[in-house]
């Protein structure tokens, strides 16, 4: 079962929309231009912050000449180091329970009618409409009602930090995974679902094996979307630490009051490098394995077949 | 039961349980802890400005006492406050500025002192007694300090320049610097350099007064590069502004980084301006308050007071630690143009009138 | 719209006895409801309780020490919006926000559309390459902007080198605009791409048969199936570019107040949390009000 799974598997399709795009050049031409121009936009400022990391002068903007102090700076400074380990548990812990959650939720409101699915959908909607500041203090009200509650009831010394960071980051993230899984699950081919459940008669089956991948790109898309913004977020994380618990961006953002110096370029860089090399990494762990994560091989064949029907 | 109905009861039975929470709260009045000199009970969480203190002196202390210190950093005084106020902030010494102390005191959100934990208040300068937020020092003791005035480029307005918030305010002086002039974006500094241009105290309450300083401020606005408070004084040396809004230490500091200092000049207005202070406090429901007075004591010992100071080069009330200062800063702190403290005015809370500041600001700035 | 969501309704295959027909449907609701139910439970425990909390202290008062306080509960803060300043705020940062979903969608859709055009293995690193900038640290990066845009910036130098003199985009309304479409175009691209990916292109094939036209195709065929991510998208910049408030303090100089500016100020200036929280539950129930309006216009019948 599983060979026919993969040859659902979404990709194919899209090879197609090549093909099309292919026979217009000019279009082609200017999408491509577009999509130049696109990258050079994003990566212009990281140039700028790439080069000046190595510049001697307190100031971002004033070269002062060519030092790797602030990298020297950064492996002696212990603070930067426990927020960025902070930072990145967070991220993660808060990416991967999220996207389960939101990819659940998002299925469920686009797939079924049951009872409370628009206050559901409504409530779905809030955390991404409210704004952060309104965020950051009802979770620092609520947490330490919270822990008062469960100090008084139990007698446990529980204070905020790591958890309530994280918890905090899952309540706006699963928002906005879903909103991402929704964007592809909405108008998606429902026939091959169906067909697989008649075969095979099992929901989670169909889901696992036909549903699942033809919705992987839109929840590897609210995955990157969750881990960015749980990786730049200051005001919720303020509100929701405590001792300790002092992330990347929230020790950057108390550093302007004295002005923000290529130190944090610096870290900016070292993050950028790693999370380059990571990605290469799992480019060639895909590839000695003899396949990519999304649309194998086998994708090619079902997007034929589909063709044909 | 239906899943529908199990959960309208659980969402019932927890407003119910939190309600309750948030009324029994907090009724315990707060009182100063009983500490000894030098004495530790437990480790010390510090929530304090970024850049503030070496980590290293923090691991010094560490070492002395055999308590592990952690330090977490806010950016506002007022992003601060909540979250002690909240409780459960795990915090056991917290550094607010002066108008917030009086805040803090108010919501009974800081412990009194042990002053007799902290032999070293006297260290204290008598300019830093009987201060108009905390006039017996029962509260806290004052960490360091600066003021808030103007700082200008040479290059651009000479040496002759009127040293007169006019250079801001009056279109005749100010309007040859149009476009390269920058106002902190803080109602209650750049409101308060309007008031005091005006002769004006800058607590003033007076409704009139207060709409005065808002036209003078949105009269200028025209003028402006930008509002801005954090980076103030790069925006200066940069040579994006030539005539800055900001604070002392941040602009001395600033100074010292370019290639010749001397081309930057910074001071406070004759009319008048703000003199800050940071002060350390204890927060109500600190898990070690023993350790934060024995900190505090600590801090205040003149080489301590040195060491924080020449590290984060603002002033120090530690007059103790005087002798042991740079040269350059303290020739900076003790330069009359720098720290006028005849005329100098620490901002106070005034209560419901800050909501007129506030909205004032927001007027002005359009 | 052939291929699009079949009502879930019709979806309980085989016609049967009406019976059978209410039975099944009442399965059908339950296994919703239960995979709803820990997304559901998570955000009605750490979601809704606490909105609950801040909604209270919107009908509260400010005290003398900026406390809020539960006496004289009422509308007061509410009634304060109506004031002309918050209005003007209102509509400045509506025109800015719209201004930044246009160029984004505009730039961001024929940068999703040409994403999936390339083979499966690139699209995923061209995917990840969009993201990878946004690991850095964003004020890092509003920095660099303003660096970029400053008087001796590398814009300024170009356009003088050019024989236009010295443009100075710094510190105003373009600086912000430009900021905030570089800080959210990402977000307009992952739905985009998301749903342009699935759309089957023999209907764009069938489509250039029936219409002859690129343009003709495109409006008619291509764009309304990816109307999901459109939408997705407009809403995923357009609500954050309302509450902005670090890139116009950063890359405008704080000379335009913006809505999200404001309120920060109330709370973390003003200290006045009433006025903040009653501000958030009406821009929040005008958001939510909009974004099923836009959803009953354009999305149901996807």
Not at chain 3, 49 to 64: D, H, K, T
Not at chain 3, 175 to 185: D, E, K, N, P, S
């Amino acid at each position: 079962m599983t060979a026919v799974g993969d040859r659902l598997l979404p990709g194919a399709s899209v090879a197609r929309v090549g093909d099309f795009a292919r026979r217009f050049s000019l279009t082609r031409g200017a999408l491509a231009a577009n999509a130049w121009f696109v990258y050079l936009f994003f990566y212009a400022p990281i140039a700028l912050l790439v080069v000046f990391s190595f510049s001697a002068d307190r100031n971002v903007g004033r070269w002062g000449g060519f030092t790797l102090g602030w990298y020297d700076d950064f492996i002696g400074n212990t603070s930067i180091q426990n927020a960025i380990w902070v930072s990145l548990r967070v991220a993660l812990l808060s990416t991967v329970i999220s996207v389960v959650l939101g990819t659940l939720a998002a299925f469920a409101i686009e797939r079924f009618r049951f009872r409370g699915r628009q206050a559901f959908d409504a409530l779905l909607y809030l955390p991404i409409i409210i704004p952060d500041v309104t965020m950051a203090v009802m979770m620092l009200l609520f947490f330490s009602e919270f822990f008062d509650l469960l100090n008084l009831l139990f007698g446990a010394d529980l204070r905020k930090g790591f958890a309530s960071i994280t918890v905090s980051h899952i309540a706006f993230n699963i928002s906005f995974v879903s909103v991402v899984v929704r964007a592809r699950l909405a108008g998606m081919d429902r026939r091959l679902e169906e067909a697989a459940m008649d075969l095979y008669a099992s929901r989670w089956k169909a889901f696992r094996h036909v549903t699942l991948p033809q919705i992987a790109p839109g929840v590897a898309g609210g995955a990157l979307l969750a881990l960015t913004l749980s990786l730049d977020d200051v005001v919720v994380t303020q509100f929701a630490s405590g001792p300790g618990a002092t992330t990347l961006p929230v020790y950057v953002f108390g550093l302007i009051r004295r002005g923000v110096t290529p130190l944090i370029n610096s870290v900016s860089v070292v993050m950028l490098v790693a999370s380059v090399g990571l990605v290469l990494l799992s480019l060639f762990v895909q590839r000695s394995r003899g396949g990519g994560a999304v649309g194998p091989p086998g994708a090619v064949a079902a997007g034929r077949s589909r063709r044909r029907s | 039961m239906s899943t529908k109905s199990l959960l309208r009861l659980l969402a019932g039975t927890l407003s119910v349980v939190l309600i309750a929470a948030a009324c029994g709260g907090d009724d315990d009045g707060v009182s100063s802890a009983d500490c000894d000199v030098g004495e530790t009970d437990g480790d010390l969480a510090i929530y304090n400005w970024a850049e503030y203190i070496d980590e290293e002196q923090l691991a010094a202390f560490s070492d002395e006492f055999g308590v592990s210190v952690t330090m977490d950093v806010y950016d506002s005084n007022e992003a601060m406050q909540p979250i002690i106020a909240a409780g459960n902030s795990g915090y056991s010494l917290i550094v607010p500025s002066d108008y917030m102390v009086a805040i803090l005191i108010a919501g009974e959100d800081i412990q009194p002192l042990n002053k007799d934990a902290i032999p070293n208040l006297a260290n204290i300068s008598s300019d830093f007694r009987g201060l108009v937020y905390d006039p017996e020092g029962d509260y806290t003791a004052p960490y360091q300090w600066g003021t808030t005035g103007i700082a200008v480029d040479t290059a651009v307005v000479g040496t002759d320049f009127p040293r007169t918030w006019g250079l801001i305010f009056d279109p005749a002086i100010a309007d040859q610097y149009a476009g390269r002039i920058s106002l902190l974006n803080d109602p209650r500094e750049t409101i308060g350099a309007a008031l005091k241009y005006l002769g004006y105290s800058l607590n003033s309450t007076s409704q009139d007064e207060l709409d005065e300083a808002t036209a003078l401020v949105a009269a200028s606005r025209d003028r402006l590069a930008a509002f801005n408070t954090d980076s103030s004084d790069e925006l200066l040396t940069t040579g994006e502004t030539a005539v800055a809004h900001g604070y002392s230490g941040d602009m001395f500091t600033q100074f010292l980084e370019t290639e010749d200092p001397s081309q930057y000049v910074y001071f406070v207005p004759t009319e008048g301006g703000t003199r800050w202070i940071d002060n350390m406090g204890i927060p109500f429901d600190a898990p070690s308050p023993c350790t934060a007075h024995t900190f505090i004591n600590w801090l205040l010992e003149a080489e301590n007071g040195a060491w924080l100071s020449n590290w984060n080069y603002y002033g120090t009330p530690n007059t103790a630690a005087y002798d042991l200062l740079d040269e350059d800063l303290f020739d900076f702190i003790s330069d009359p143009a720098v720290a006028p403290v005849a005329i100098l005015e620490e901002i106070v809370d005034t209560g419901d009138f800050e909501v007129n500041y506030s909205d004032a600001f927001t007027e002005a700035k359009g | 719209m052939t291929l699009a969501a079949v009502p879930p309704e019709e979806t309980t295959a085989g016609a049967a006895t009406p019976e059978f027909e209410r039975a099944a449907a009442r399965a059908e609701s339950r296994r919703g409801f239960l995979i709803a139910v820990p997304a559901y439970l998570y955000l009605i425990v750490f979601f809704a309780v606490p909105l609950g909390i801040v909604f209270a202290y919107s009908f509260a008062n400010r005290n003398r020490f900026g406390e809020a306080v539960f006496t004289n509960i009422g509308f007061d803060a509410y009634r304060r919006l109506a004031e002309p300043i918050v209005r003007d705020i209102l509509f400045r940062s509506l025109w800015l926000a719209l201004l930044t979903t246009g160029i984004c969608l505009l730039i961001g859709y024929p940068f999703s559309y040409y994403l999936t055009t390339r083979s499966s293995k690139v699209r995923n690193i061209l995917l990840v390459f969009v993201m990878i900038p946004f690991w850095s640290n964003f004020l890092v990066r509003n920095y660099a902007w303003r660096v970029i845009l400053g008087k001796d910036g590398v814009i300024s130098r170009i356009t003088d080198f050019l024989g236009l003199g010295e443009v100075e985009i710094l510190f105003t309304p373009s600086a912000v605009v430009l900021g905030l479409v570089y800080g959210f175009l990402p977000f307009m691209i992952l739905p985009l791409y998301a749903s342009i990916e699935r759309i089957e292109m023999s209907l764009i094939e069938a489509g250039r048969d029936l219409y002859a036209s690129g343009w003709q195709s495109f409006r008619r065929i291509l764009f309304p199936l990816s109307k999901p991510g459109v939408i997705a998208g407009s809403i995923l910049v357009f609500v954050p570019s309302l509450g902005a408030y670090v890139t116009p303090e950063i890359l405008g100089g704080a000379k335009t107040t913006l809505l999200g500016s404001y309120i920060v100020t109330q709370f973390l200036t003003a200290r006045n949390w009433p006025v903040g929280a009653s501000l958030s539950f009406v821009l929040m129930a005008v958001m939510l009000l909009a974004t099923i309006v836009y959803f009953r216009a354009g999305g149901r019948n996807l």
